[in-house]
């Protein structure tokens, strides 16, 4: 197959990180060929928390809006409660609005989105939609990747479809085929982390819970009983519901999970024996804290949980991936259109994978500490005293419980996790989510541009940013000196935006660069007469060239 016939980009996997990184690619006017061996979007809702750092992305893929009309009420994100049945009082809650007033500041203005729950398959078919639009990607569904054979200049990729297999041949893949997938242990990549922590059955269900749940909307409801322990999630906020409970596959099978069966334990978790449930569908899962020992092997990339898999304690596993798209589909749009070396490809692993295992830190730490709040291996134990015919014991149990839960708050508000993460190193006094940090993203404050009110992350898209003071003219001026083949915007505060320069710490005279994926890669404060030579070096390094003086002799050069 010649180059002329070759796609620039195949990703193996349709989910959400699938999809998102055609996307990025699509943006940068990169074709790619999505490859998913299910027949379409899965309607079995697994992932739910869209936390506000994948809305600021979904807000730049244009999908924000249709996602938060999919998403919950914002009341039902407010509540995390426990109670031995739905029907029953609460053991305890946590009330996110119950927060100090610093507290509930520091979320409301640090982004212009805000955390949600919205059902993995609708997040899916959103992000379908948009390509759809997009017109950039063919997505196959029906179609496995069977092998992928990097032989240096390309990739040789068969798939399988209808029984029938097919040749292809791509620049790069990228392996997004799940915690299931088989590409990356076919590419001898393997995982390293804890042993499985434990599996899960996910019933799938559609019932009306409005009678429990309009007086008092949660999140997540945790049933604390002896006969169907689990947590209810509301998958919409109307009908749309899964019950997850533990599974242990030493005793039971999926099979012994039969309809009938399903609806008897949602009926004894809600606390209704007659209530109406209509079953759509049970899955597993286990509960796994992994990350691959390397996220790339020549031409072939992994994304998603491909390359991580968390506990869902903390809700990062889809949107650690949703980031992975961001980062990786502008970086291989930067290669194959020739303004990065490949070596910049190298960058997206020492971007990622220090945020997954990070993740996953925070994932098990937050399950671990979940046991003395009844979820885990002792939750038999604790239901069993709260029924306890001896009211003392029940009651020492419920006092008790009442007392550990709200010492969980943080797993569910972690703004930090949400948005802090930075690429490289940082001061440890730096607040990379209200002030500019280099590897962190763009902080978030409404200005005005064009006559409208946007977030300064509205200004940024597939291209680099630089953001002038209001007397750093200069750097505007000589940014289109500076770039080359690289695309690049300019904005100078006072001429084109309204914007308080000290938020961004570049001072009146000096300015900031943004990488396509909204993460600071230089700034100064003061005013360079050497303005498009500092702008060529800044743009270089963060393209990953080794040399950020194109006109500076490399070592090579001056030691032969």
Not at 47 to 65: C, F, K, P, Q, Y
Not at 97 to 126: F, G, H, K, W, Y
Not at 376 to 402: F, K
Request: aromatic fraction near 6%.
């Amino acid at each position: 197959m010649s180059a002329a016939e070759r796609t620039p980009v195949l990703i193996a996997g349709a989910g959400p990180v699938g999809l998102a990184t055609a996307y990025v690619l699509g943006q940068h006017g990169i074709s790619s060929i999505v490859c998913e061996r299910f027949g379409g979007v899965n309607p079995h809702p697994r992932a739910h928390v869209v936390n506000t750092r994948s809305m600021e992305l979904l807000r730049a893929w244009g999908i924000a809006d249709s996602v938060t009309s999919d998403a919950v009420a914002p009341e039902w994100m407010l509540n995390i409660v426990w109670k031995q049945t739905l029907a029953d009082r609460a053991l305890g809650r946590i009330n996110l609005a119950d927060l100090d007033r610093e507290r509930i500041l520091r979320r409301a203005n640090a982004s212009p989105e805000m955390i949600t729950s919205c059902a993995q398959d609708r997040v899916q078919q959103r992000l379908l939609d948009a390509l759809g639009a997009q017109g950039m990607a063919t997505v196959r569904f029906d179609t496995r990747v069977v092998r992928v054979t990097d032989i240096g200049e390309r990739v040789d990729v068969v798939v399988e479809s209808g029984g029938a297999r097919e040749a292809l041949s791509a620049h790069y893949v990228v392996a997004a085929d799940g915690a299931a997938g088989t590409l990356r242990a076919d590419l001898g990549i393997d995982m390293a982390g804890l042993p499985e922590l434990g599996q899960q059955v996910n019933i799938y269900f559609h019932a009306d819970l409005s009678p429990w749940t309009e007086p008092d909307p949660a999140l997540l409801i945790w049933m604390i009983n002896a006969e169907s322990p689990g947590v209810l999630i509301g998958m919409d906020g109307k009908h749309r519901w899964t019950l997850n409970r533990p599974f242990d596959p030493a005793r039971e099978s999926l099979s012994d999970y039969t309809p009938q069966r399903c609806i008897d334990l949602v009926r004894i978790a809600v606390g209704s024996p007659d209530l109406a449930v209509d079953i759509r569908s049970v899955g597993t899962w286990s509960m796994a804290a992994r990350t691959a020992g390397s996220y790339r092997k020549g031409r072939v990339l992994l994304a998603g949980d491909s390359a991580h898999q968390f506990p869902p304690t903390g809700g990062l596993g889809m949107n650690t991936g949703l980031a992975d798209a961001d980062n990786l589909g502008w970086k291989l749009a930067a290669v194959l259109d020739g303004w990065a070396p490949e070596s910049l490809l190298d960058s997206y692993e020492a971007d990622r994978r220090t945020v997954a295992l990070r993740n996953s830190e925070r994932s098990v730490g937050n399950a671990l500490k979940m046991v003395d709040a009844g979820i885990g291996p002792l939750t038999v134990d604790i239901a069993q005293r709260l029924d306890s015919a001896d009211p003392a014991i029940a009651g020492l149990e419920r006092d008790r419980l009442a007392a550990a839960i709200p010492r969980h708050r943080e797993h569910f508000d972690d703004l930090d996790q949400e948005l802090g993460y930075v690429y490289g190193p940082v001061e440890a006094s730096a607040d990379p989510i209200t002030t500019a940090v280099v590897g962190g993203r763009l902080p978030h404050a409404w200005t005005r541009h064009e006559g409208v009110t946007v977030s300064t992350l509205d200004l940024l898209g597939p291209w680099f940013t630089v953001i002038a003071g209001p007397n750093g003219s200069s750097w505007a001026t000589a940014l289109s000196e500076a770039i080359g083949e690289i695309p690049c915007r300019a904005f100078v505060i006072g001429h084109d935006v309204d914007l308080d320069a000290g938020r961004l710490g570049i001072g009146a005279a000096g300015a900031i660069l943004i990488r396509p994926d909204g993460h600071i890669a230089w700034f100064t404060d003061r005013h360079s007469d050497t303005a498009a030579a500092d702008l060529a070096a800044a743009l270089r390094t963060a393209c990953g060239f080794t040399n950020p003086f194109p006109d500076a002799p490399t070592l090579e050069e001056v030691i032969p």
